[in-house]
T-cell receptor, first 110, second 112 residues
Framework: QKEVEQDPGPLSVPEGAIVSLNCTYS??????FMWYRQYSRKGPELLMY????GNKEDGRFTAQVDKSSKYISLFIRDSQPSDSATYLC??????????FGSGTRLSIRP | DTGVSQNPRHKITKRGQNVTFRCDPI?????LYWYRQTLGQGPEFLTY????????KSRLLSDRFSAERPKGSFSTLEIQRTEQGDSAMYLC??????????FGQGTRLTVV
């Protein structure tokens, strides 16, 4: 079993819809949680960073962490065609490497 | 400072040749990570440094791979005797201790 599980998609939604992306993990020591967006043939771009449990909002993006369920989510409101990309979840514990999910391909239909 | 810089952006090499990639992290970031990514997969951990110390190296990593970070600044990743299976995007990221990591644009390696 992988330490971080992420549905690869693809996920296709109409423009303006709310998108929900999720990851589950097995290592209860993880404390730092990140979401990255990656366009084709580009490096990952950091979207959200959260420490421990709770919610964090930045513009159209909301990140949620539920450590009791070992489950993290990223919500995108008012989705735009420019949001079409691969979304990667990532996490780590103190003094450890960052582990990534396999990524979810998202397509926003105009 | 404009972020993490990786060079070259693209490298085509013949099988059996050695290649070296360079990563310049964000100034004052003490952690530096190397990852490898193939099409449709998430970044796969290779190794990471805290300052000049290499703290962990993936068990999946062949002895043909070596990384250095002299003086805790830039880092190099060398692949000796390249194989076609080494073709991938090699990503570098940097961070402060226990904070978010920022990635460079990667080096795309093609072994022919």
């Amino acid at each position: 079993q992988k330490e971080v599980e992420q549905d690869p998609g693809p996920l296709s939604v109409p423009e303006g819809a709310i998108v929900s992306l999720n990851c589950t993990y097995s290592n209860s020591a993880f404390q730092y949680f990140m979401w990255y967006r990656q366009y084709s043939r580009k490096g990952p771009e950091l979207l959200m960073y959260t420490y421990s449990s709770g919610n964090k909002e930045d513009g159209r993006f909301t990140a949620q962490v539920d450590k009791s369920s070992k489950y993290i989510s990223l919500f995108i409101r008012d989705s735009q065609p420019s949001d079409s990309a691969t979304y990667l979840c990532a996490m780590s514990s103190s003094a450890s490497k960052i582990i990534f999910g396999s990524g979810t391909r998202l397509s926003i239909r105009p | 400072d404009t972020g993490v810089s990786q060079n070259p952006r693209h490298k085509i090499t013949k099988r059996g040749q050695n290649v070296t990639f360079r990563c310049d992290p964000i100034s004052e970031h003490n952690r530096l990570y190397w990852y490898r990514q193939t099409l449709g997969q998430g970044p796969e951990f290779l190794t990471y440094f805290q300052n000049e110390a290499q703290l962990e190296k993936s068990r999946l990593l062949s002895d043909r791979f070596s990384a250095e970070r002299p003086k805790g600044s830039f880092s190099t990743l060398e692949i000796q005797r390249t194989e076609q299976g080494d073709s991938a995007m090699y990503l570098c990221a940097s961070s402060l201790l226990n904070t978010e990591a920022f990635f460079g644009q990667g080096t795309r390696l093609t072994v022919v």
